[in-house]
């Protein structure tokens, strides 16, 4: 099966900056949308950053700002750049691809970030 890959996780002191990676194992053209959710402990999951086909984005009010999504679909990658972090922007981070037929989740990758 295809699998996500993550490239970066890690422990970071609030205010530093983190990228995520996520890349396919194979190519998953043609990609539809791309996105990064978060899962904080005892809370839901929510979506962070959603990347569409053509190149626009949307992103989630809390990261506004902050965070910046960007995809690159002959790769079947989706990266998210993390600036000034919080420690209530300590989760676990899920990448999502979606083709026109199916979704794929990345494994997860947390993310600490220490006051």
């Known amino acids: 099966d295809v699998q996500l890959q993550r490239v970066e996780e890690g422990l970071v002191q609030a205010g530093e900056s983190l990228k995520l990676s996520c890349v396919a194992s194979r190519s998953l053209l043609p990609v539809a949308a791309m996105a990064w959710f978060r899962q904080a402990p005892g809370k839901q999951r929510e979506l962070v950053a959603r990347?569409?086909?053509?190149?626009?984005?949307i992103t989630a009010g809390p990261v506004k700002g902050r965070f910046t999504i960007s995809g690159d679909d002959a790769k079947s990658a989706v990266y998210l750049q993390m600036n000034s972090l919080k420690s209530g922007d300590t989760a676990v981070y899920y990448c999502n691809i979606n083709t026109h037929s199916r979704e794929y989740w990345g494994q997860g990758t947390q993310v600490t970030v220490s006051s």
């Open positions: 990347w569409l086909s053509g190149g626009s984005t």
